[in-house]
């Protein structure tokens, strides 16, 4: 069973740069498992603010974008905000119709 | 103005089947490259994808659930359904319906998610 890793916490100051990443279980992560990204607050709907790799959606900011980074999708956050505090999960196309969510990382910004 | 709305039971007994509703509102199932996908969430625990039906009626599912799960569509009535077999309290979640229309792992639109809890 296909396994999409993050890390399972963050902290930042505000004003700081992280990066998040999302790796698979059975090899490195390519354009081709579109990765994209998601933003969750307690009890809201995901948010999406990458698709395909590093496309922003509609409204986000570009504080916010993503990228490949070695083996595995990445996004960064520059000036962290203190409304940034969120899950952020990841999602990959893992092949035959089948998308796999990631473990999800709770971002601190402090 | 595109909306989805999941509906259905929101307290099961274990080993009984679970059968939700997604109703789509401002765009077609039958439309191109339309996908709509189902996604659960347990209490305090990470998003989880279950299933995806397509506007061909291709049928995909997640590996560890595939044996109890099933997806469907009425397109005249332009909803799509997820049937979830020998439910156990593991399988409370707020479950989501969401579509992709471009990318497939861009879920444009969700619904508002609704809570599923399985109790006797």
């Known amino acids: 069973q296909t396994v999409v890793t993050q890390e399972p916490s963050f902290s930042v100051s505000p004003g700081g740069t992280l990066t998040l990443t999302c790796g698979l279980s059975s090899g490195s992560v390519s354009t081709s498992n579109y990765p994209s990204w998601y933003q969750q607050t307690p009890g809201q709907t995901p948010r999406t603010l990458i698709y395909?790799?590093?496309t922003r959606s509609s409204g986000v900011p570009d504080r916010f974008s993503g990228s490949i980074l070695g083996n595995t999708a990445a996004l960064t956050i520059t000036g962290a905000q203190a409304d940034d505090e969120s899950d952020y999960y990841c999602i990959l196309y893992v092949g035959s119709g089948i998308s796999v969510f990631g473990t999800g990382t709770k971002v601190t910004v402090l | 103005q595109v909306t989805l709305k999941e509906s259905g039971p929101a307290l099961v007994k274990p080993t009984q089947t679970l059968t939700l509703t997604c109703t789509l509102s401002g765009f077609s199932l039958s439309s191109d490259g339309m996908r709509i996908h189902w996604i659960r969430q347990p209490p305090g625990k990470p998003l989880e994808w279950l299933a995806r039906i397509d506007r061909d009626d291709d049928k995909f599912y997640s590996t560890s659930l595939k044996t109890r799960l099933t997806v469907s569509k009425d397109t005249s009535k332009n909803q799509v359904f997820l049937s979830l077999t020998n439910v156990d309290p593991v399988d409370t979640a707020t479950y989501y319906c969401a579509r992709t229309a471009t990318t497939v792992t861009y879920l444009d639109y969700w619904g508002q998610g609704m809570l599923v809890t399985v109790s006797s």
């Open positions: 395909g790799t590093n």
